[in-house]
């Protein structure tokens, strides 16, 4: 079967850049493993390593992790008020934040300015865009959504994320019901979705990652991996060689998604399985 025809599975880790331990879990586990894709913050303490990484790995699809929450603007403080908290911080009080980006117009330009200026630093690294997504998912906030939809075509993005993870599949597996967070966050996807494929972009039919978030274990990508077809499928992961750096997230299982990526039966797996390991940008 032509590598073109074959179901699509992209597989993604989130946080590129955030830290050392981050960016050499994901060298390793695309040298080594069957990782794809990676979503870089392009503001964060380790972004710079990150690209030099990137471009020494040209086969590393990359793309922009919008990050609005729990760090630091690519903007000064000063240039999004609204956004920050005193110690310059996006805010973490996300229902009152969320309101003042629905209601209020000064909000909205603060917001929009600081969401060219993280897709004008990822141009600014010269990698090809690969795909868009947003840190905790936050550009299924109307507001967000709309302000992307409307400057990231014009900095070339061809892709986004839209975290729609079917509840079977997941119950399948472990016998969980795929949790609240996938439910409650269904409607905003599916109406992203629309909006995504109504601007021609490529939008994943399945992506997996919401249930299992901070411990996408190699038991678990070995399961999915055989689910993936016929629909273009994502599994966005967290990897990093070990926990306790900056920004880490409490209880996040890093160095075994590292592992699972990377384990033999892993690859013999996804080899075996007939599909097309690749990045956004291979299907367009």
């Keep these: ?147 992307v939809l409307a400057i990231g075509p014009r900095y070339g993005m061809r892709a986004l994320r839209v975290p729609l993870e079917p509840a079977a599949v997941i119950r399948a597996i472990d016998g969980g019901g795929g949790g609240g967070t996938a439910a409650v966050m269904a409607p905003w996807s599916r109406l992203l979705g629309y909006r995504a494929r109504r601007r021609g972009l490529i939008v994943p039919e399945r992506v997996f990652g919401l249930a299992w978030t901070g411990a996408m274990t190699g038991e678990r990508i070995r399961a999915l991996v055989p689910r993936a077809g016929p629909q273009v499928t994502e599994i966005y992961t967290h990897p990093a060689t070990s926990g306790g750096f900056p920004g880490a997230a409490p209880g996040y299982r890093y160095a075994e998604e590292l592992a699972g990526l990377t384990a033999p039966e892993t690859r013999l797996l996804a080899a075996g399985a007939g599909l097309r390991l690749c990045g956004f940008a291979d299907l367009a």
């Excluded at 493993?33 to 690209?51: K, N, Q």
């Excluded at 909000?107 to 200026?117: F, M, N, S, Y």
Aim: proline share 6%; net charge neutral; no cysteine.
């Design 1 to 147: 079967m032509p590598a073109s025809s074959r179901p699509a599975l992209i597989v993604t880790a989130d946080d590129f850049g955030l830290a050392h331990e981050v960016n050499e879990a994901v060298e390793a586990a695309h040298r080594s493993g069957i990782l794809t894709a990676a979503s870089l913050m392009v503001g964060a303490a380790g972004a710079g390593e990150a690209v030099a990484i990137a471009r020494r790995l040209p086969s590393l699809r990359v793309g922009l992790h919008l990050v609005l929450l729990e760090d630091r603007p690519v903007l000064a403080p000063s240039a999004v008020p609204d956004l920050v908290d005193a110690q310059g911080l996006f805010r973490r009080d996300l229902v009152r934040t969320g309101a003042g980006m629905f209601l209020r117009p000064s909000v909205r330009r603060q917001l929009a300015a600081e969401i060219a200026a993280q897709f004008e630093a990822f141009r600014a690294t010269g990698l090809p865009l690969d795909h868009v997504n947003a840190h905790k998912h936050y550009h299924l906030h109307p507001t967000v959504a709309a302000l």
